[in-house]
RNA sequence: GCGGUCGUGCUGAAAUUGGUAGACAGGCACGGUUGAGGGCCGUGUGGACCUAGUCCAUGAGAGUUCGAGUCUCUCCGACCGCACCA
């Protein structure tokens, strides 16, 4: 018999769907819509095995719905602007366009082998001026929305990069590309005004029922609501009063406060710049480059100034003010109160600095002995020394009790504050996406006019090594509009920007007018299940659910809320490490298994360190390339292995073995093939039995709840026990239809994840290829015999196999006469029975 | 520090959501086939004991329940996210 040649099969069916357009698809009214989706790829050389899972998961569950009879839409596209393609160009001397188009096309070409059903028609790159014109329409849309700011700020400079970082783009402070440590610069940046929709990015998570949850923790978290107030407080010196604002969570411990913070970025310090200490301390304060642990837990700073702060509450009181490190310029007002007695991080500063730390809130309404000293009180309790706010229960009277006093005295308001800042979205880079402004002799910002879009991003043969090459083009930066002479924006778009939109366009990917076609994106969005890893979980999908409502904002036509209905975020590919004697990492492809010890190839002496497994890495040399997987084992097996060991949300470790024994099942799925071809031409007259009926139905509803539960790994194990049984089974005598009946159904269930195999099955033995998704028999399933647990006292006694929906005295008289059981019932009162039907009973005595 | 997820054989993992713990796979062992190796096929594989059977087993300990891997509490450990957020 033939071995299975997935080589050219494979190739036979990529070619077919390529040819027939097999999953190119269009808007059908009669058909319901799957918008199926996996996070597009940065183009950056080759696809990795995260892109081979990935797109797997997606696959399959694009498949699936496809063969439902969803009308499924399933696209694919480029990320293709962003730093790599700029750094790559600098190394190699060429065009950062060139670069990243010779990636896309190897990475489609490698896409391809792996039978993905995408609608290749549809593929988008967000580099191309087709793509980006429409971005920047969309800038000029939110400037005229209100939702697009320029601002002066301190930013993230990454001093490698020569680029502005956005704060998700800081790790551990340092820059999440170069890794360089990260400067504080200010300069004039581009902003969206994603706070103006934090109140609704927080609330609408809680429609998002198909999302993971840590994911909507995370999102929470990051939005960061807090409630609390904003209070004024008088602070003088001898000659000047000023007012400054502090917002507090805490009102209720306003009688405690003995020191007043403000951060060294506050409009108040422009007093102290000629002051020398102040200097100094302030740079002092403003060294980066330990993590943030670090920073959180640093030691408290701060710099006394002869400024006295008047506790509004109590005029009398009079307290010093500091400038102090741990004070956020961007977080309230960049000014706190300090009531050491209950914030352990102010009671730091007391103590060190010597402050009174007066005790406001006791745990018993009557401990008169009860004081804070050296750790803060932050529990619940009762108000005290704190003159008409005494008595009151903590939190929840006194914080109420207080703002309301603050609102009558006109010194403070109830406020709700976000920790979300605004995005800044201003690149100071070349490729990438350029910003449609410019900007007259004033320095004036002013828009593109629509016609003059797209704002063509240059040709530049070579790049300086530093900076953005955009500002040293000065034929290009000039620009005429209605005979006055015009400077352009030099900045670039942030590339989160590229990615918070594609979805959109992959409903009208080719509509030259707008950024999407109105009726095609009321059809096909919002996307049903997105798909991709948890890295993403903050920055690209909020940012995605903002633009969504910057678009729909003030528009009459597009009112969509969210643009993801389902998220799956599916775990990492891992691999062990190795390392020589050397201490220096060692690729899988330079070792081998040599009487079961791991050596080196090249000297078979030399013993490798086998390290723990991690998450595929070129530092760590861990990684397997897919496409010589591809060229070993085949699409459907490199499929098959990287859904089958472990569940998609959670990591999964690849192995030698693991894609050996896939390739092999699939070898032995052929030649049960090749046996129920034959068994089909013998057409036996009558069927021994309705076993292969009966369990291809219990099959199928496995498969159907394991793939709407994603439980993949599950599913895979459902094709090796399907197998087993065929194996067996199909020796016995059936009739031809019975055998095609079961068989093609089973085939269908595996075209989700090994669809070359699968067509090529159906296809041979003329079972026809556009089947629809088979749907159980729920009478088959319930056979009228059932097995029975018997328990007693709570514990497993036996099995017994009797009719469905028995009674349960019935069931009694059969178990009594069950020796083996029976023995723990005889001598012994029955106190209780407890009896679920066709499952269990557990008999107490 | 705050928030979250999770602890099941030698390993990856199943467990109809409170009802037979360990499906399926890997690894290993033994047997068959083969001149040998590989491959393929078969069998076994949580632990203990007084081994036709019985008892113990889901990180540890308690609790709820007829019944707990699943629910509740305490502790231990691992991983992830955020981090001076007032």
Redesign the pocket.
């Known amino acids: 018999m033939d071995r299975y040649n997935f080589k050219k099969i494979e190739k036979k069916w990529q070619k077919y769907w390529d040819d027939n357009k097999f999953f190119s698809t269009k808007i059908t009214n009669n058909k319901k819509k799957f918008y199926c989706l996996e996070m597009f790829p940065y183009p950056s050389g080759k696809i990795h095995m995260g892109h081979v899972r990935n797109y797997t998961i997606g696959d399959v569950l694009a498949r699936y719905k496809s063969l439902q009879g969803y009308n499924v839409l399933h696209p694919m596209g480029w990320d293709s602007f962003g730093m790599p393609a700029e750094n790559a160009a600098r190394q190699n001397n060429l065009d950062p366009k060139t670069w990243t188009e010779k990636n896309i096309s190897n990475m489609k070409s490698q896409l391809k082998k792996l039978g993905l059903s995408i609608d290749w028609d549809r593929e988008i790159s967000t580099c191309t001026p087709e793509y980006y014109r429409h971005q920047q329409e969309f800038f000029l849309e939110l400037y005229d929305k209100g939702l697009v700011y320029q601002k002066e700020q301190y930013v993230n400079w990454d001093p490698i990069d020569q680029t502005v970082l956005a ?2 783009q800081v ?1 551990d402070g340092k820059g999440w590309r170069s890794g360089a440590i990260v400067e504080r610069k200010k300069l004039k940046q581009w902003f969206f005004n994603i706070n103006k929709f934090s109140e609704e990015l927080l609330e609408n998570l809680n429609s998002l029922d198909e999302w993971p ?2 994911v909507k ?2 999102q929470k ?2 939005i ?1 609501k ?1 409630f ?1 107030c904003e209070i004024s407080f008088k602070i003088n010196n001898s000659k000047k009063v000023h007012e400054i604002k ?5 009102p209720d411990t306003l009688f405690g406060m003995s020191f007043l913070a403000l ?1 060294v970025d506050h409009p108040i310090a422009k007093f102290y710049e000629k002051d020398e200490e102040f200097v100094k301390f302030k740079k002092e ?1 403003s060294k980066v480059g330990t ?3 670090a ?4 030691e ?1 700073l701060g710099f006394k100034t002869e400024l006295l702060a008047t506790n509004p509450l109590n005029t009398k009181i009079k307290v010093p003010v500091y400038f102090a ?5 961007d ?7 300090g009531c050491p007695a209950h ?1 352990q ?1 102010d009671l730091d500063f007391a103590l060190k600095y010597k402050l009174n730390v007066q005790t406001v809130v006791r745990p018993d309404k009557n401990d008169n002995y009860f004081t804070v000293k050296d750790k803060a009180y932050t529990g619940p309790g009762y108000i005290f020394n704190s003159s008409f706010l005494d008595g009151l229960k903590c939190p929840e009277e006194s914080i109420i009790k207080t703002i309301e006093y603050l609102e009558e005295e006109k010194i403070g308001n109830k406020k709700i ?1 976000f ?1 979300l800042k605004d995005w800044g979205v201003s690149r100071q880079r070349y490729w990438g996406c350029p910003i449609p402004i410019m900007y007259d002799e004033n320095n004036q910002p002013h828009k593109v006019p629509i016609d003059k879009l797209p704002v063509k991003l240059p040709e530049i043969t070579k790049l300086e090594t530093t900076g953005n090459p955009l500002d040293t083009l000065t034929d290009w930066k000039e620009i005429n509009v209605n005979g006055k002479k015009y400077v352009r924006e030099t900045d670039t778009l942030d590339t989160f920007v590229d990615s918070s939109w594609y979805f959109l366009r992959f409903c009208s990917p080719k509509n030259n007018k707008y950024g999407f076609d109105e009726e095609e994106v009321k059809y096909w969005m919002p996307v049903d299940q997105y798909i991709g890893g ?2 993403h ?2 920055l690209h999908l909020l940012y995605s659910r903002f633009f969504m409502m910057a678009i729909s904002y003030k528009n009459e036509k597009i009112n969509i809320k969210e643009p993801f209905k389902g998220l799956f975020t599916q775990g990492m590919v891992c691999h062990e490490t190795y390392k020589n004697e050397n201490g220096d990492w060692l690729s899988p492809d330079e070792i081998e298994t040599f009487n ?1 010890v791991k050596v080196e190839k090249r000297d078979k002496n030399k013993i490798v360190k086998v390290g723990p497994s991690e998450s595929m890495s070129k530092s760590k040399k861990n990684t397997i390339d897919p496409e010589k997987i591809i060229e070993n084992y085949g699409a459907d097996a490199a499929r098959l292995f990287i859904l ?4 998609p949300e ?4 690849w ?1 030698d ?2 894609i ?2 896939s390739y ?2 699939i ?2 799925l052929w030649l049960l093939n090749q046996k129920i071809s034959s068994e089909i031409l013998k057409d036996h007259e009558s069927d021994n039995g309705d076993n292969l009926t009966k369990r291809t139905n219990q099959y199928l509803k496995k498969i159907t709840d ?1 793939l709407s ?1 994603f ?1 993949y ?2 599913l ?2 459902n094709f ?2 399907i197998y ?1 049984f065929l ?1 067996k089974e199909i020796s016995n005598k059936y009739t031809k239809k019975t055998i095609i009946d079961n068989y093609s159904k089973i085939l269908i269930t595996m075209i989700p994840v090994i669809p070359h195999f699968a067509y090529e099955c159906l296809e041979m033995n003329d079972f026809g290829i556009n089947k629809a998704w088979p749907n159980y028999n729920k009478k088959i399933l319930e056979s009228d015999r059932v ?1 029975v ?1 018997v ?1 007693v ?5 036996g ?1 017994v196999n009797v009719e469905r929906n028995i009674a349960e005295n019935k069931l009694m008289e059969f178990i009594k006469k069950q020796k ?1 059981i029976n023995k723990y019932l005889v001598d012994r009162k029955q106190k ?1 029975i ?1 009896f ?1 039907q066709n ?2 009973i ?1 008999i ?1 005595n």
């Open positions: 704060n998700e790790i949850n840590k923790i995370m978290n990051w960061g807090s609390g502090c917002f507090t969570t805490r951060s304060c993590t943030e642990e920073i959180a837990s640093a408290k490190n741990f004070v956020l310029m977080y309230g007002f960049g000014a706190v109160f914030d991080r504050n920790r948890v890295e979980a903050i079961g089958s060991d472990s569940p959670k990591d999964v470790q192995s073995e693991g050996n024994s092999k099942f070898q032995k394991n539960s439980s790994n599950v895979i194990a090796h026990e087993s194996v097995e647990v328990q006292n709570g514990k497993k006694r099995l083996n209780k407890i679920i499952r269990i557990n107490i």
